[in-house]
């Protein structure tokens, strides 16, 4: 298993392919599926803005588009000197695939130092797949 170091490095490498030409903001992310392989993603920035994508998200969206939907671990290396981890949004997308919150989170400080924790600790009390379920049993909405 590539180490944290690893990850971020891949994550890095990524960042080189972001296309922000509005924030300038490049962000790149290495997302661990379970097999051991490595798919990376950037950000995409688009000029009407709502419609960008985040880099963690592109990593997400090639990853299951490759049949993958089991990860281990997410990478995110963004500009130095910046602390990042990932927005809410991401935040959601990544514990789809982590019900469990286990998905290892790792990023830099600002110091550049790795820090590592995972989607259950960043996005506590997470709605998932179960809640759907208790909604739909509670509505008497049967099984699909």
Known sequence: MPSDTDLLAEAELARA???APYSRFQVGAALLCADGSIQRGCNVENAS??????AE???ISAAVARGQKR???I????????????CGICRQVLSEFSPDGALLVIARDAKG??????IGV?????FGAADLGAARHAAG???A
Do not use: D, N, W
Request: aromatic letters at 8%.
């Open 71 to 73: 990860f281990v671990a």
């Open 49 to 54: 803005y709502p419609a960008g994508i985040c």
């Open 113 to 118: 130092a790795p820090q590592t924790t995972t």
């Open 57 to 59: 998200r592109t990593a």
């Open 17 to 19: 392919f972001a296309h």
């Open 122 to 126: 960043l996005l506590p009390g997470a």
């Open 75 to 86: 990478a995110i290396a963004g500009p130095p000197g910046v602390a990042l981890t990932p």
């Open 141 to 143: 909405v049967p099984e």
